[in-house]
C-alpha cells in the first residue's frame, strides 16, 4: 500500500478484503505474507518464544507467517482442533497464534497444543488452533513448524491475496482487481494467477526432469 495507506495498514487490508468478499461467486477471501511454495515467512528461533532447543541443543527455528481472517478458509486449509482467527483478535486484544501440525507434534506429541502459551519477552501468547500442514518451500519437501499470528494484531505490508470462487478464477480476475481499487485506485497489482498455476510453477522442474 502507499505511505498513506500504510499508516492504517490493518484496517487498510480489511477493508479491501471486505470489498473482494461482496463480490458475486466469492466464497471466500484472505491473505498472507508468502503463498504456499512461494516463501517461509520470517523465521524464528524457538528459544524466542520459549521453546525448547532441538537436538544436541543446537536452537531450532519456526517460520513466522503473518495471515488474515479466512485465509485458511480461502486456501482450503482445515482446522485441526480449536479455532481460527476472528476480527475480535484486533489490536488491543490479547495476542492469540495458531500453529501448524508439525510445530505441534514437535513440541507437544500426545497433547492437544490448543491452549498452550508461548512466550515473546515478557509477553504470554496463547495457541487457539491447530491447522493442517501447508507447504511453503515445495511440494515435495516436509512442511517445516510454523506459527500464524493475525495481521490485525502484526501487521505486515505486502501481502498476498487468496480468493475462492465458485466460478473460473481468471473470469473474475478484473472484478476483484477492481475491487482492490474501489479501496485504493493507487495500489499497485504485482500479479494475478490461479493456485493451480502456482503449484504447477512448484513442480515445474521435477515434471521436465
Do not use: C
Not at 471486505?18 to 512461494?38: F, H, K, M, N, Q
Not at 490479547?94 to 497433547?111: D, T
Request: glycine share 10%.
Amino acid at each position: 500500500p502507499s505511505s498513506a495507506d500504510s499508516l492504517r495498514g490493518p484496517q487498510y487490508y480489511a477493508s479491501v478484503l471486505d470489498a473482494i468478499r461482496a463480490l458475486p461467486g466469492v466464497e471466500a477471501a484472505g491473505s498472507i505474507r508468502d503463498l504456499p511454495t512461494r516463501g517461509t515467512g520470517e523465521m524464528r528461533r524457538a528459544a524466542q518464544l520459549g521453546l525448547p532447543a532441538g537436538e544436541g541443543g543446537v536452537d531450532a527455528t519456526v517460520q513466522l507467517q503473518h495471515i488474515s481472517t479466512d485465509f485458511f478458509k480461502a486456501i482450503g486449509a482445515s482446522l485441526e482442533s480449536g479455532r481460527d482467527f476472528q476480527p475480535t483478535d484486533r489490536a488491543g486484544a490479547p495476542i492469540v497464534l495458531i500453529v501448524n501440525e508439525a510445530l505441534a507434534k514437535r513440541y507437544w506429541p500426545g497433547e492437544n497444543a490448543v491452549g498452550k502459551v508461548l512466550h515473546a519477552g515478557s509477553t504470554d501468547i496463547q495457541i487457539v488452533g491447530v491447522v493442517e500442514d501447508i507447504h511453503q518451500k515445495g511440494l515435495s519437501e516436509p512442511a517445516e513448524p510454523t506459527i500464524y499470528i493475525h495481521a490485525l494484531q502484526n501487521m505486515r505490508a505486502g501481502m498476498s491475496i487468496v480468493v475462492r470462487t465458485k466460478r473460473d478464477p481468471l473470469r473474475i480476475a478484473g472484478a476483484v482487481r477492481n475491487a482492490i481499487w474501489s479501496v485504493n485506485r493507487d495500489q499497485p497489482i504485482v500479479e494475478i494467477t490461479t493456485m493451480e498455476d502456482v503449484l504447477g510453477s512448484a513442480v515445474a522442474r521435477q515434471k521436465l526432469l
